[in-house]
């Protein structure tokens, strides 16, 4: 069985770039933290933007969806679900709420991570929730032809129980020793963990709550704002070719996680810079701007198409119903063109033509 030594990334000469990544996030980091303290704007409605572009985005990876307005209903407990898609939905918002309120009393052990994955899949009644994988699963591919390739074979079954132990230890090793920083020890950690694929099923999504809950853990609270399941979800394609690079010569312990922390390490970064957008056009505007001045400079900053939905993301200092009508009145204005009907309607700057 492979081990776990986190030891050799402290060794490790990390190029430049992935160096100026995690220098950046940290000078990120610093103003988020300025900007709590400070409190220069009510960051409730951002939270709650997340958890459902978290919840949404991580399961939308995996192919479980619903639609934007089922969503939103289902987070205001204004209906139930009505199928397993939605239950898992829910399961992962159950389990997205843990750990926003609890992240310093979950400790990084087996137990804990199965309780996590019990909750996960509870309200889809999976009989396997809970526990680890009882069937061989592989890592899949299928070619444009239909055929299916195996691109990774996981950790056997009878060896998951042992492995998960092992790189819990590990991780929390590395932790005690404080000399890799953890920036770069979370991707690896898991990286780890997706190679032995401890579950059944929810491989994926654990992974990203895991994520989130190792970076609450260690200071990085940017996901409780923007969410980094969405980053993920819009280069999915990356995120997928960098763990394929990463997982090469795994079991033989060969393999290089370096394009996997990298891409991480850019999603974090991406994060971290639309929550200074997201504060600085508050703070830009002033605290006597309207609804119709701060959309105007949302508008204004904005390249290529945007909906709705997206200045009411960005825009969370007002309100849907003003932010919409700020968008009427540009729109009226010949500022900003409308295109498209119903849930195909975007907006475009009038001078981009």
């Known amino acids: 069985m492979r081990s776990f030594d986190y ?64 969503m939103k209903k289902l987070f205001e407990e204004k209906t139930t679900p009505r199928n397993r898609d939605e239950d898992e939905i829910m399961g992962y918002r159950d389990v997205l709420n843990t750990i926003h309120e609890s992240s310093e009393y979950i400790p990084v052990c087996p137990s804990y991570i199965l309780q996590l994955h019990r909750d996960l ?5 999976s009989s396997y929730g809970g526990h680890f994988k009882n069937v061989q699963n592989y890592i899949n591919e299928t070619k444009p032809d239909g055929t299916a390739v195996t691109r990774f074979t996981p950790v056997a079954p009878y060896d998951t129980p042992e492995a998960v132990e092992n790189l819990c230890k590990a991780y929390e090793q590395a932790v005690a020793n404080e000399k890799i920083n ?4 979370i991707p690896a950690f898991i990286c780890d963990f997706l190679c032995i694929h401890p579950f059944n099923n929810g491989n994926g999504r654990m992974s990203r709550l895991l994520t989130l809950l190792l970076l609450y853990k260690s200071g990085y609270s940017v996901g409780k704002y923007i969410s980094i399941e969405k980053q993920i979800e819009k280069t999915k394609d990356r995120y997928y070719d960098t763990l394929d690079e990463s997982n090469v010569g795994w079991h033989e312990e060969k393999n290089n996680p370096t394009p996997f922390i990298r891409y ?82 975007f907006y475009v700057r009038a001078d981009s033509k």
């Open 121 to 125: 899949l509870k309200r889809a009644g």
């Open 264 to 345: 991480m390490l850019q999603v974090i970064l991406a994060c971290y810079t639309e929550f200074e957008e997201r504060v600085g056009l508050m703070t830009k505007s002033g605290t006597s701007s309207t609804a119709y001045d701060i959309v105007k400079k949302y508008t204004e900053e904005k390249i290529g198409k945007f909906t709705g939905a997206d200045v009411v993301a960005h825009c969370p200092g007002i309100g849907r119903s003003s932010a919409l009508a700020a968008l009427k009145k540009l729109t009226e204005e010949g500022l900003i063109i409308r295109k498209g009907a119903g849930r195909s309607t």
């Open 7 to 70: 030891g050799k990334l402290a060794d490790k000469a990390w190029g430049t770039d992935i160096l100026n990544l995690v220098a950046k996030i940290h000078e990120c980091k610093g103003r988020q933290d300025l900007f709590i303290r400070q409190k220069l704007m009510k960051l409730d409605r951002l939270v709650e933007i997340a958890k459902i572009q978290s919840t949404e985005a991580s399961n939308k990876i995996e192919g479980i969806v619903t639609t934007s307005t089922r």
């Open 182 to 185: 953890s920036l770069i020890l």
